[in-house]
């Protein structure tokens, strides 16, 4: 598999943003509820237009970001994925959205074993760790029932307080 190949889960099709998607970006990173626990303050169409083209071509660099779409209406549903990849350390964070029409109906609990399969299987790391909001306790509780455990922060940050929370790989 190439990291830039879409592909689906039930519910979902993964795949890397495009231009054409500026809309749902925009939409997804500029409303307050949405960028609520994010470290970065609601972007602009500009910025929107920059998130798009930094995940542009994953294969080879330490970022990478899928749009989740609804397999069967097309809609955007968020996005996920991987930066902060540190190959000496064998560790990864990875970060993601719902939009919060959404919320609370399993789509991250559908998302992550696919993200966390890449992660161990593809990039071959032996930590996966998120950093979240304190406050973010579905955050917490989604990952809390992979596996991921509290710990010391992964990496420093100079964001609002951070809750770290890992997965190391079991084999």
């Given at each position: 598999m190439h990291l830039s190949e879409p592909?689906?889960?039930?519910?979902?099709?993964f795949r890397l943003l495009i231009l054409d998607d500026i809309d749902a970006v925009f939409r997804q990173f500029s409303?307050?509820?949405?960028?609520r626990y994010l470290s970065e303050p609601p972007c602009d169409l500009e910025e929107a237009k920059e998130i798009i083209a930094h995940y542009k071509n994953p294969e080879g660099t330490d970022h990478l970001r899928y749009g989740m779409f609804d397999i069967e209406t097309g809609a955007f549903i968020g996005t996920c994925g991987y930066h902060y990849w540190d190959h000496n350390l064998k560790q990864v964070e990875v970060g993601y959205d719902i939009w919060k029409d959404y919320w609370r109906q399993g789509y991250m609990s559908e998302a992550l074993p696919a993200l966390l399969n890449i992660c161990f299987e593809h990039l071959g790391v032996d930590c996966i760790y998120i950093l979240t909001h304190p406050q973010n306790q579905a955050s917490i509780a989604s990952v809390a029932r992979f596996g991921f455990e509290a710990c010391e922060p992964c990496r420093?940050?100079?964001e609002e307080p951070q809750i770290c929370m890992k997965l190391i790989r079991t084999t």
């Open positions: 592909f689906q889960t039930k519910r979902l099709q409303d307050p509820d949405m960028c420093k940050v100079d």
